[in-house]
């Protein structure tokens, strides 16, 4: 079976700092993954996806970047930390092609990042 | 590109009465509709999905209906339960769409009050 692991939980970074959150799935492969960002009490944002190793597209203009070194593996970055980066990150992966259309996507337990 | 719309955003129900949210989508390509249930501090988590074919799906006390022609598509959940209160989630997408990407609705906030 398919499951979907994301870390930290939670994670508390100064304003300024690196920040890194990892995404990996098991049982599938060539996912697509997405990273989104939900803001407290608000719906959610897509912030990147990718439909293979290298390939990342970007939703919104930001201080973040996301990155994808292996199939199943999704990575999201930021080097300076503003306080605006504050937020519940959720990373998912969806089956990709025909799939998609009798599939959504599977989500991740989520980071809760406070930016202080 | 398409867009969801959700409503209400929040709503308040008596445990044991019935909660509907409706969701509208723009896309008359889109073909597949799921609903998300998100919990204090957890990930949203599927808890079901509808496609073009079908006009109505039910499991145990929650269903989903859609109206193709109109563009929209409800959730109806019955005897609710302290349990069911949380957020819940529209979406739909469309075969071939970039990325097979899902777009949501705002979310609606449903508490069930004892």
């Known amino acids: 079976s398919q499951t979907i692991h994301q870390w930290p939980a939670t994670l508390v970074q100064p304003v300024g700092s690196p920040l890194s959150l990892e995404c990996t799935v098991e049982?599938?492969?060539?996912?697509?993954l997405y990273w989104y960002r939900q803001a407290a009490g608000r719906g959610l944002q897509l912030l990147f996806y990718?439909?293979?190793?290298?390939?990342i597209s970007s939703e919104v203009p930001q201080n973040l970047s996301a990155s994808r070194p292996q199939d199943r593996q999704f990575i999201l970055s930021s080097k300076k930390l503003l306080l605006s980066d504050s937020g519940f990150y959720l990373c998912?992966?969806?089956?990709?092609?025909?799939?998609?259309?009798?599939?959504?996507?599977?989500f991740g337990s989520g980071t809760r990042l406070t930016v202080v | 590109g398409e867009n969801v719309e959700q409503h209400p955003s929040t709503l308040s129900v008596q445990e044991g009465d019935s909660a509907v949210i409706k969701c509208t989508y723009s896309?008359?390509?889109?073909?597949?509709f799921p609903w998300y249930k998100q919990e204090l501090g957890k990930g949203p988590q599927l808890i079901i999905d509808?496609?073009?074919?079908?006009g109505e799906k039910k499991d145990q006390r929650i269903a989903v209906t859609l109206n193709k022609t109109a563009k929209h598509f409800s959730l109806h959940i019955t005897e609710t339960q302290p349990e069911d209160s949380a957020v819940y989630f529209c979406?739909?997408?469309?075969?071939?769409?970039?990325?097979?990407?899902?777009?949501f609705g705002g979310g609606t906030r449903v508490l069930v009050k004892p």
């Open positions: 049982g599938t492969s060539n996912p697509n």
């Open positions: 979406a739909a997408s469309r075969a071939k769409a970039a990325g097979n990407k899902l777009t």
């Open positions: 998912a992966w969806r089956t990709p092609g025909q799939g998609s259309a009798n599939y959504g996507y599977t």
């Open positions: 509808i496609r073009s074919n079908v």
């Open positions: 990718s439909v293979g190793i290298g390939q």
């Open positions: 896309d008359s390509a889109s073909n597949y």
